[in-house]
Nanobody, 120 residues
Framework: VQLQASGGGLVQAGGSLRLSCEASGSIRSINFMGWYRQAPGKERELAAFITSVGRTNYADSVKGRFTISRDNAKKAVFLQMDRLKPEDTSVYYC???????????????WGQGTQVTVSS
């Protein structure tokens, strides 16, 4: 299963960006879709995730500003980021977990990372 992420860029503080991540492959089911981020010199952290039943969870640092959503038909996950702050500057990675048709094996795939830079 391959993931293709897009939507990063440079934005001023207070602005918005929308990240997209679409999965391709012989996917039987998806259990988890999430966005992680990693700033220079810091560990990767989970920013937000959404489950197969639509339950969402956000890191305290992004709660109220970021919104995660999914499109089951497109096997895609999105992250709407509003009121961006300079401290949101990171490389953002999408992560999708589920199972494939071949032997109903599980998969755990990562996108290539997309840079988000917020200027003050």
């Amino acid at each position: 299963v391959q993931l293709q992420a897009s939507g990063g860029g440079l934005v001023q503080a207070g602005g918005s960006l929308r990240l997209s991540c679409e999965a391709s492959g012989s996917i039987r089911s998806i259990n988890f879709m999430g966005w992680y981020r990693q700033a220079p010199g810091k560990e990767r952290e989970l920013a937000a995730f959404i489950t197969s039943v639509g339950r969402t969870n956000y890191a305290d640092s992004v709660k109220g500003r970021f919104t995660i959503s999914r499109d089951n038909a497109k096997k895609a996950v999105f992250l709407q980021m509003d009121r961006l702050k300079p401290e949101d500057t990171s490389v953002y990675y999408c992560n999708i977990k589920g199972s494939v048709y071949a032997g109903t094996r599980p998969f755990d795939s990562w996108g290539q990372g997309t840079q988000v830079t917020v200027s003050s």
